[in-house]
């Protein structure tokens, strides 16, 4: 759930608990007044299930982000969650009240004030955060000029700090995208999460998101060549040599380039192994070898 969304869901959830008060304090001054008192007494139960329905809905929101959040909260999300903890047990209480101590329903006008209070500030420090927040956020790009400010490890403290508060860095981590598409993610999410995330923010995180997507990019290249290499050494070296006496040998690249064109000599046969795979061979035989299961 979005800010945006969030803070209209709140204001949802004030406004019907508002209206319960004020159903409250109606019946409570002028009950003799009142010959519709069993159809307002139905109204204010109603909307007393539908604001604890909300509120439930709200918690369990709460705890999932808060789960997933690796940094330390703010002191507006600190207070949010000791607000909404609150809120919890006095709406359970004020229902018990009703429901199995009647007697008590002298007291139950004020609680109910308690309760409406407490949802206005849990509102007030979350929702009217962001909807009286005009965001001044542009779509922003990573440009040449931005070279010298550019720093792969505040880029890296950046994204743990702002990805991980709504969702695990794993999945940020393990995403391929082109740079294009980066720049239409962080910018996406910027935008959920205004005025938190700053353009500089932004290009930060840009920069190190595609700066470590290239090293895995690279790792996997390497791990990809390494596994032909292996596969061609057990189909072709086999053939003429025990595979111990390969893995026993040290060599550097050049040495064992040197080594395999031999071979491919000595078969004679031009089809034998392309250039392509005898580099898939001289890489895995140099960097890291671990021996095949025969």
Not at 121 to 128: D, F, N, R, Y
Not at 242 to 268: H, Q
Request: glycine share 4%.
């Amino acid at each position: 759930m979005n800010p945006q969304t969030a803070s209209i869901f709140a204001l949802v959830f004030v406004a019907i608990g508002a209206v319960a008060v004020f159903i409250m304090l109606e019946m409570t001054v002028r009950t003799r007044d009142r010959t519709d008192k069993k159809i307002w007494l139905y109204t204010h139960k109603i909307l007393g299930y539908i604001f604890l329905a909300l509120l439930l809905v709200t918690v369990l929101f709460m705890i999932r982000k808060a789960a997933g959040f690796q940094g330390e909260l703010s002191p507006r999300a600190i207070m949010h969650i000791v607000l909404a903890l609150a809120l919890l047990p006095l709406v359970v209480i004020k229902i018990l009240l009703v429901r199995r101590h009647p007697q008590h329903s002298k007291k139950l006008p004020l609680l109910g004030i308690a309760i409406f209070v407490l949802a206005v500030a849990l509102t007030g420090i979350s929702a009217g955060y962001y909807i009286l927040h005009r965001s001044n956020s542009s779509y922003t790009i990573i440009e040449a000029i931005d070279n010298d400010v550019l720093d792969l490890e505040l880029g890296k403290a950046i994204t743990v700090k702002k990805c991980s508060k709504c969702h695990s860095l794993e999945r940020v981590y393990r995403a391929f995208k082109s740079n294009n598409s980066w720049v239409v993610t962080i910018n996406k999410m910027a935008l959920l999460d205004s005025p938190n995330i700053a353009s500089f923010d932004v290009k930060q995180t840009l920069n190190y998101l595609i700066a470590q997507q290239k090293v895995r990019e690279e790792k996997l290249a390497v791990s990809s060549q390494a596994e032909i290499g292996k596969s061609l050494v057990s189909q072709k070296c086999s053939i003429c040599h025990n595979l111990d006496r390969i893995f026993g040998a040290r060599k550097n690249s050049d040495e064992w380039g040197a080594t395999v064109s031999r071979m491919m000599a000595t078969m004679g046969d031009p089809a034998f192994l392309s250039e392509e795979e005898k580099a898939d061979i001289v890489m895995f035989l140099s960097r890291g070898k671990k021996k095949i299961n025969k």
